[in-house]
């Protein structure tokens, strides 16, 4: 599982690095970086403050279901790009600080995340909706910032060698 | 690895009913499908056919590098929903013939994706470049439709349970 996890660690300093880019494209153009914060895809998407919050907490509820660890619960509170980073760098260090150990059996653990109706087999849930779940904010999150213009590319989203360890 | 597999083929799915949502409100909007198509998020970002035709390229990629088979070619000259969606059932059926044997020793085998300079442990690989990529183009797929105003919500991202096996 700590190779899995690598994934959530890899992609959150991703879009940390996303945003210190926003905040650049706001510098250079005078805009306050507010504005970017508030863009959204379509007028009934969450913006992209939204979408860095919920990459944070399906990384943290992923690991804290398949380790049956309490979820710990962070507001969605922050409002600047600098309370943004913050929220990223602690979800880092949370999800970081999990060990192999931790999830001993998570693949045929019963995990009922909250909300849901049932319980699953960790594996499933894991790979069928944490996974694709974190990835659809990321994503969201890169494409929000790519169609109100800031200058980042591709290889900003796949991030540079060495892999994580 | 299978379990790992599971997402794509279950992502491709989704991708498929996605593209069913656009056909059906180009239809209701009497508008032809291939304007959504060959819509983007930005001018300089890959067009609809295009973030399709690469979740299926990096899905093929991924399971081929880790299994040590040749990856094979399917050139990308699809232009209708129904030749991407025949594209997409392609690569599930490519993806859902591979068996767990068939990935023996991933996690520890040095992978080599065309283009790379050097080599790379497969579990890296994969965690930290195959899915990320795979995502990304999935993602990107829904996020130009849902900002083209097709009427689907995160549920169809997300989709339906039971989980696949």
Redesign the interface.
């Known amino acids: 599982m700590y190779?899995?996890i690598?994934?959530f660690r890899?992609?959150l300093q991703t879009l940390s690095r996303l945003l210190d880019k926003a905040r650049a494209h706001s510098e250079a153009d005078r805009l306050p970086p507010e504005g970017l914060l508030t863009s959204r895809?379509?007028a009934d998407?969450l913006p992209l403050t939204s979408q860095v919050q919920m990459a944070c907490e399906t990384a943290t509820l992923a690991v804290s279901v398949l380790a049956g660890r309490a979820i710990p619960q962070f507001p969605n509170t922050e409002r600047t790009i600098p309370e943004l980073k913050d929220r990223i760098a602690r979800t880092i260090d949370y999800v970081a600080a999990f060990k192999e150990s931790d999830f001993s059996g998570w693949?045929d653990r019963r995990v009922a995340p909250p909300g849901w109706s049932g319980a699953?087999?960790g594996?499933?849930?894991f790979?069928?909706?944490g996974?694709?779940?974190f990835?659809?904010h990321?994503?969201?999150a890169?494409?929000i910032l790519?169609?109100k213009?800031v200058r980042i590319g591709?290889m900003d989203?796949?991030?540079q060698l060495p892999?994580?360890?």
């Open positions: 190779a899995q690598t994934q890899k992609m895809l379509a998407m693949e699953f087999r594996e499933d849930y790979y069928q909706h996974v694709p779940n990835y659809f990321t994503v969201t890169y494409a790519r169609h213009g591709k989203y796949i991030g892999f994580l360890r």
